[in-house]
């Protein structure tokens, strides 16, 4: 008898509990769909208040609204299952499979992973959402009487292809997708407030000098580099200055690979490549190319008859590159030309219907959050004529990804 009572009451114990998880769960959506439909009335009337919209037509500004807005409010998602799908080197497997295998199953692609405990649903997850965002293509096929998705790579998903690709955008995504690249983001606001460098504000120091104190950023910023270096020797090469140089100095040039492109199609130059000393330590040999360590706020620079400088001006605030160009000039010989490779940004960013809109406006603030400047012309100018180059001319070589 007493055990008949117990099992009653942990029936209608477990029962209770069920109708009242069940009445929280109907709560809870209910509540989630008010503030769904709250926070779309709010859009809504707040476009009918500012562009004099009818109120029937309310519904479909808010969803416009949204359309603009959910993008924006889970791009951080979007970049991470990216980074994901990276990290685990899912597009160089789907790349290596294709020959042969055509598209993977989630199962396939497990096999593929340094893992014996793989979580295929979880895995399914991020298939499937970068199938959504158009990073990797979908196609289900029957087999053994089951529906069973087979993925493969798009345009954009060969972009991250690592092995045998100079100019993968893997690099890229792994640095501004790094921790410690997100954090500064953070301080954006003190610099409207303040006039204050995000990236000091987070780590009190300049982001190149947090290299020697993360050593993993630093890989991932030599990366970036080294990949993003293809596409400037390219471009570079189109330009027809060099044919009257004798001695070039790479200033900042790295580990030398894009002066050592110049020397190889110009054999007449003596190239110098000038880095700090951690850099120059790890440079490889080059014909016609010597490597020369030193500080550019410091002096030191080489002397040459000309003087260039890849994406580097840019790395300065407007004080500082002045004290740069003024040391470049200083080691440049009678008619020497300083070469500058760096973006010129427009006064205002188009509004167009080019599929990059967004991206030029994003890189920009993103430099001002790593502590670096782009410039419009009219700032070059000036900029330049305070270091002792009040003569410029400007050349278009787009680099070609």
Known sequence: MIARLSIVHLVRFVSSWIVWQTVILDYNVKVFTEFVAFFNLLMAEATARSSDVDHKDCASAAQNGMRVLSPLLFGHAAAMTLKTAVVLNIPDILARAEPERGALSVHEISKEL?????????????????????????????ESGTTVARYGLTPASRRLVQENNSRSLAPLLMYLNYISSHVPWQHLHESVLYGKDAWGTAYGMTSWEYSDVDPEYGALWNAFNKV???????????????????????????????????????????????????????????????HVSGHLLEGGVPSGDAMLMKNIVHLFKDEEAVKVLQNCK???????KLLIYDPVIPSEFDEGGSPYDGVPPL???????????????????????????????????QPQH
Request: hydrophobic share 45%; aromatic share 8%; glycine share 8%.
């Open 363 to 397: 890189m920009d603030l993103g430099l001002l959050v790593y502590g670096k400047v782009d410039r419009t012309e009219e700032q070059w100018r000036a900029l330049l004529a305070s270091g002792g180059f009040p003569n410029a001319s400007f050349v278009c070589l």
């Open 114 to 142: 340094p893992s014996d405990s793989v979580d295929e649903q979880v895995l399914h997850r991020v298939m499937r959402t970068l199938v959504h965002l158009k990073v990797f293509s979908a196609e289900r096929v029957s």
């Open 228 to 290: 993003q270096g293809a596409p400037t020797i390219e471009a570079l090469k189109r330009y027809d200055g060099f044919k009257d140089v004798n001695v070039l100095v790479d200033v900042g040039g790295y580990q030398g690979a894009t002066v050592a492109a110049i020397v190889a199609a110009h054999p007449h130059i003596r190239g110098i490549n000038f880095d700090l000393p951690h850099v120059i330590a790890e440079a490889p040999e080059f014909p016609g190319v010597e």
């Open 330 to 336: 200083k080691a440049l010989t009678a008619n020497g």
